[in-house]
């Protein structure tokens, strides 16, 4: 974890009413109910001014939403950076969580097992973790992906496709999102054959 010394100050809900969404802020860095003694940066999930009663609440940089009611003593309340205020640790970053979908060939429990050994070896093995597992047998092939407008009419041409991955794996696609107003095509690989004449 690595944390940097910020000079801050505690605002009132009033200060807070004043702030936009692009204004840096520090909230705690609490995060799933685990407590940091430390502040993350943030910003505000929607303009101060339409502050309605209850609390603020902001997005740390790290993607955690913090509920604040500044003036409550008991919370750690909402903080700007000043050079005026006070001493504050401010969480700078806390690694990297992966969430990994592995292809394996010939996969069996012996393989994964020894890949996860592998894998706390090279990280620390209080570092990786086994989140949620799951062995799904899948067929050695690749798809193409293509995205298409997701009201396109049927029988038409490829103009309207948009190639979004090649050579890829047909289980990775539960892993993708379509651009929003598209939808994914699935298709069996197809090589491309670059015929243009040379010399």
């Given amino acids: 974890m690595n944390t940097e010394k910020a000079t801050a100050r505690r605002l009132t809900a009033e200060e807070v009413s004043e702030l936009g969404l692009q204004d840096e802020i520090f909230v705690s860095a609490e995060a799933d109910g685990l407590p940091l003694d430390c502040y993350a940066p943030a910003f505000l999930t929607k303009p101060g001014k339409n502050f309605e009663g209850g609390s603020f609440t902001a997005k740390t940089v790290f993607g955690e939403e ?25 969480l700078q ?9 592995l292809f394996v060939p010939n996969g069996n429990k012996e393989s994964l097992d020894s890949l996860y050994a592998a894998a706390r070896d090279a990280f620390g093995a209080g570092i990786v973790q086994r989140w949620s597992e799951e062995a799904v047998a ?44 598209w939808k994914f095509v699935v298709e069996p690989h197809k090589e491309i054959v670059d015929d243009t004449p040379t010399i």
């Fill in 138 to 181: 899948v067929p050695d092939v690749k798809v193409d992906l293509f995205e298409e407008p997701a009201r396109g009419r049927k029988n038409t041409n490829n103009q309207n496709r948009d190639r979004r991955a090649l050579d890829i794996y047909p289980t990775r696609v539960r892993f993708l999102e379509p651009s929003e107003g």
């Fill in 93 to 101: 970053s806390a690694g990297v969580l992966l969430n990994l979908a």
């Fill in 66 to 90: 913090i509920h604040v009611l500044p003036d409550n003593a008991e919370e750690r309340g909402i903080w700007v950076a000043d050079k005026t205020g006070e001493e504050i640790e401010v």
